[in-house]
Nanobody, 121 residues
Framework: QVQLVESGGGLVQPGGSLNLACTAS????????MGWYRQAPGKERDKVATITKSGTTSYADSVKGRFTISRDKAKNAVYLQMNSLEPEDTAVYYC???????????????WGQGTQVTVSS
């Protein structure tokens, strides 16, 4: 069973920064990709940023230029550096890892427990 553990959330003022970390219980090179999603109260869980096995990154339009996803294979970790935070960024942030189907194995989707990010003055 894969475990993803997030850390680094908290309360920050508008314009501030936070760096989220997600540590996996196995070699992250075994995943086809990893990423960060967020869910605000009363809203659906949305993609924030993803990074594929080959290193290709993708961002939601609302965070482009402010957030950066990166990884450290030696530490089995993926990070989300968040700068210029806005109140609208307030949400629970979840780490995700996935594998694509590879016969006879099915696709798999793994999630962390989430870490709260609150942007408020």
């Amino acid at each position: 069973q894969v475990q993803l553990v997030e850390s680094g959330g908290g309360l920050v003022q508008p314009g501030g920064s936070l760096n989220l970390a997600c540590t996996a219980s196995r070699n992250i090179s075994t995943f086809n990709g990893m990423g960060w999603y967020r869910q605000a109260p009363g809203k659906e869980r949305d993609k924030v940023a993803t990074i594929t096995k080959s290193g290709t990154t993708s961002y939601a339009d609302s965070v482009k230029g402010r957030f950066t996803i990166s990884r450290d294979k030696a530490k089995n970790a993926v990070y989300l550096q968040m700068n210029s935070l806005e109140p609208e960024d307030t949400a629970v942030y979840y780490c995700n890892a996935y594998t694509l189907p590879l016969y006879p194995l099915p696709a798999n989707d793994y999630w962390g427990q989430g870490t709260q990010v609150t942007v408020s003055s």
